[in-house]
């Protein structure tokens, strides 16, 4: 959250752009009941590591909680951060997630937000986050 103030501030401050894009692994559930939370952690620091590995320094990623992540996307619109979001996901699904014997597909749902002067931060997260869901339910995703 404290990134997001410090970005928007940015934006704000130069007429920049930036966007958020707000990430939910879906049937997370599965793998820790399947698998064990061992695997479930495995699959999470996964996630942020190809997260990490597609997105600029000057970009941020972060653990919301649970199987949620945010990245905020500087110099970049909604419409850059649509594509940014898609290629992201596209990067985390393209290889299964491996631990100990077993391989599972990670899938992924995402929202994305381009940052205004007015909304406060937690709005910013609660927007994206609502627009994952959309997207989620339009996939019929649980």
Do not use: C
């Not at 692994?25 to 590995?53: C, P």
């Amino acid at each position: 959250m404290r990134e997001l103030a410090r970005v928007r501030t940015f934006a704000q401050r130069y007429g920049s752009p930036a966007s958020l894009v707000y990430f939910d692994l879906d049937g997370f559930k599965r793998v820790n009941d399947r698998f064990g939370h061992a695997a479930g952690d495995a699959a999470l620091k996964a996630v942020a590591e190809r997260l990490a590995a597609n997105v600029r320094d000057s970009d941020v990623v972060g653990r919301m909680g649970g199987d949620e992540f945010a990245v905020i996307l500087v110099q970049a619109d909604h419409i850059v951060a649509e594509a940014k979001a898609e290629a992201l996901a596209r990067a985390i699904e393209a290889e299964p997630m491996a631990f100990g014997d077993w391989s599972a597909p990670l899938h992924i749902s995402y929202g994305v937000r381009e940052i205004s002067q007015e909304s406060e931060p937690e709005m910013l997260v609660a927007e994206a986050d609502a627009a994952m869901y959309l997207r989620k339910r339009a996939r019929r995703i649980a």
